[in-house]
Every structure is written in structure tokens, then in C-alpha cells.
């Protein structure tokens, strides 16, 4: 970590996978195929998984897609992008009240505003050094590693040989478990009832874990800190992993959809649905647990023979553009900004 000298100003570059431009087939294609042949994501060499993904999947995709997104769509735009901006202004303020001279921006692997082009606006904003925060508590190499890939093309690129802090992650940050933990609380979460937590996770393929990612330890330590924060047994909780891309591959289990099955089988109570790797609502969330996770369970409960109640699943939001979500992030960040002083 470097001391920051008197006169220097930080720039914190905040990163999240991206949205597409529009709800529209062509935006959306245009989006996936970005995100789908990075190289930490294709499932093959680039050449074959260029036309498998150009010829066969991104077609259907896109269609499908589109529609979802539709769904989630807002007046002001993508959610995704518009919790960022909001974001990125409430931490820049939090920030500039403590004394720091920083300048705080979002930049996205996938999409506008892209790490290129946000990297170039902090140097010509006269920042000296630069923080990188990717907006995944629990990093993974398809994820965080996505982010220092790009940020090292993009300081080459913009010729900014400026000192660079990149926080890996922070899944065992006080502050964060503590958030997450109120916003389950928050969202009716009894810890003195049988209410049960289901913490989802974004599944990876678990090649990636061979080679050495510490992403399902780090989920694990999470899940384990905040339900110690809730004051909860461990036959309170558990974990499943979502969002799998192919089944060409092997992924990390149990899957989401699985333990939704087992628990209405079951009849566990009242489920909290959360996702604490997901910093902001997005697709995967927005759409998926209400139009697909939420009916799926609430099928598995009718087929155990019983007529599930609304309440008897709730999900709990992401903290999203929240003030919480600014002191996690103000408090993740303020040892790079002050430098250890």
C-alpha cells in the first residue's frame, strides 16, 4: 500500500460487470458477447466459442434476454446503471466530508462507462494514484481477476504509470457482514422464530477452483460471519449457488435451485432469500428470484401438499445505492485512500 504524500489526489474506481445499453435483442446481444468471450469466461478455445456463441447462442439469448430485461426496466434506464451513479456520488460525498481528496467513479468490464475510458477521466482529473474496488465482495478469478485485467490494459493504454491499489476483496469486512445482517433483519427476518436464510451465491465452474480460486472458501466465511451476526444456528442456514452458464461444465454446488426443492419438502418456515456476493441488484436478482426462484418454490411447495403463503418467501434486497452500502464501501476503502497513516 502507498503512504499518500500531502497534495495527492485518489482516484477509486469502482467496477461491476455492466448492463446493456437498451432492453432491445441487438443491445443485449452486443453486451453478452463482450461479457461471453472474455477469456476468464468462454468454456473453450476462442475461435470455436466465437461462432458456437455468435451462431447458436447469443440468437436465442438475446431474444430471451431482452424480454427480462424489459421486465426490470426503468424510466431513468437500467437499475443496474443508475444504483452505480448513485452509488459512486454517495461515496465520492462521504468521502470529500472526511477530508479526502478523491474522486470516485464506476466503470464497467462489459459496457459503458468502460475502465478505458474512466481510467483516462482520473488522469486527466489530475489524480496521482488510483484504487480499484471491484464491486464483488467474494472475488473469484471470472470476476476480480476480470477487473485486474482490464484495469492493467487500461493504465497501459492511457501510458499512467500512477500507483495502483487493487482491493482483492472484502467478503470478511466488518462493516459489510453487519450490513448484510441488518438488511436481512430489515427485511423481517425473526432471529428467535424458525425463520430459515438461504444465501445464494453466483456458481463458478469448478475447474476455476482446481487452479486455485479461494472463491467457495470465501462464500463460506461470509455466510458463517453473518449468520454469527444474526445470532443464528447453523441449522438456520445454508448456501446454494445460482446463475450457472452451461452444463458443459461442472459447477459449484449445492445448487440454489436444489436446496429451494429439499426445504419445501421439507416445510423449513419462512425462507430469506439473499445474495450477498451480489453488491447490486441486477438481472440475476431483479428478475430471476421473482419471476423463477420465487413460482419454483413456491411449485415445490404445492407438490409437498401444502398452498404456500406469500410471505413464506421473502428476498432480501442488495444495498444496492443504500447509505449502509456507502460505509461499506467508505470503510473497505478509507485504509487505501489515508494510506495506512
Known amino acids: 500500500m502507498d503512504i499518500v504524500q500531502a497534495g495527492d489526489r485518489t482516484g477509486i474506481l469502482l467496477v461491476n460487470t455492466g448492463t446493456p445499453a437498451e432492453p432491445r435483442p441487438r443491445a443485449v446481444r452486443k453486451y453478452l458477447a463482450r461479457f461471453l468471450m472474455d477469456p476468464r ?90 484504487v480499484v474496488l471491484p464491486l464483488y465482495p467474494q472475488s473469484a478469478h471470472s470476476t476480480t481477476g476480470s477487473v485486474s485485467d482490464s484495469v492493467e ?33 430489515h427485511a423481517g427476518f425473526d432471529p428467535d422464530a424458525d425463520d430459515k436464510v438461504l444465501f445464494s451465491f453466483h456458481s463458478i465452474p469448478l475447474v476455476d477452483i482446481e487452479a486455485g480460486d479461494t472463491y467457495e472458501l470465501q462464500t463460506g466465511a461470509s455466510s458463517l460471519q453473518i449468520a454469527g451476526e444474526l445470532g443464528i444456528e447453523r441449522n438456520r442456514w445454508t448456501i446454494g449457488y445460482q446463475c450457472r452458464f452451461d452444463k458443459g461444465r461442472e459447477w459449484l454446488s449445492p445448487f ?11 416445510d423449513v418456515g419462512r425462507v430469506f432469500f439473499v445474495c450477498p456476493n451480489f453488491a447490486v441488484d441486477c438481472l440475476e436478482t431483479l428478475y430471476d428470484i421473482e419471476h423463477e426462484l420465487k413460482p419454483y418454490y413456491f411449485d415445490q411447495v404445492r407438490k409437498a401438499g401444502r398452498e404456500p403463503r406469500e410471505d413464506d418467501f421473502a428476498y ?20 487505501h485512500v489515508e494510506g495506512g497513516r
Request: charged residues 30%; hydrophobic residues 45%.
Open 41 to 130: 469466461i468462454a468454456p473453450m478455445n476462442r475461435l470455436g466459442w466465437w461462432f458456437v456463441l455468435h451462431l447458436f447462442i447469443l440468437p436465442k439469448r438475446g431474444r430471451a434476454s431482452a424480454e427480462k430485461y424489459g421486465k426490470i426496466w426503468t424510466e431513468e434506464g437500467s437499475p443496474f446503471t443508475v444504483a452505480h451513479d448513485k452509488l459512486a456520488r454517495g461515496l465520492d460525498a462521504q468521502l470529500a466530508d472526511e477530508g479526502h481528496d478523491a474522486v470516485v467513479r464506476c466503470a464497467m468490464s462489459y459496457s459503458a462507462p468502460f475502465v478505458d475510458d474512466v481510467v483516462r477521466e482520473l488522469k486527466d482529473a489530475g489524480c496521482t494514484r488510483l
Open 153 to 185: 490494459r487500461a493504465l497501459k493504454k492511457a501510458r499512467w504509470d500512477a500507483p495502483c491499489d487493487f482491493v482483492d476483496n472484502y467478503h470478511d469486512d466488518p462493516t459489510y457482514v453487519r450490513a448484510i445482517a441488518a438488511s436481512i433483519k
Open 256 to 266: 440454489t435451485r436444489d436446496v429451494l426443492a429439499r426445504w419445501a419438502e421439507a
Open 316 to 335: 432480501v434486497p442488495c444495498l444496492d445505492k443504500s447509505r449502509a452500502h456507502v460505509k461499506v464501501l467508505a470503510d473497505v476503502l478509507r485504509p
